[in-house]
């Protein structure tokens, strides 16, 4: 079954890890390499990217069949989302065990959603 892991930061975080020594900080992006490479490595990686800074999102709508942009930060939001996961694998369980080991889960919030198949009938 496939899995969609969303990572949350929030400001605090953001600068946290702006303020952290340059070492420090490579240490934080050596562990999501290594994660990448072990999910790679079992195959349970579809993909993983993550996202540009709030300030460079757009919000858009469409109203009565006029679309409308609205440009970011969004203040109301605490929770912006960095970045996900897109993995495959045999359970709920083996999902929030990888979602566990991703280094935001210590400072932000890491969810996880089960991905439905086209039909909606699969989950």
Known sequence: MKYLILIYTNPEARQLWEQMP????????KAYAALNERLTESGE????????????TKAVTVRRGQASTTDGPFAETKEQLAGFYLVECESMERATEIAASIPE????????RPVRTYSGLEM
Not at 22 to 29: S, Y
């Open 105 to 112: 889960a210590e400072a932000g919030v890491v969810e996880v």
């Open 45 to 56: 990686m579809i993909v993983s990217e993550s996202l540009a800074e709030p300030s460079q």
């Open 22 to 29: 340059e070492a420090a900080r490579m240490e934080g992006l």
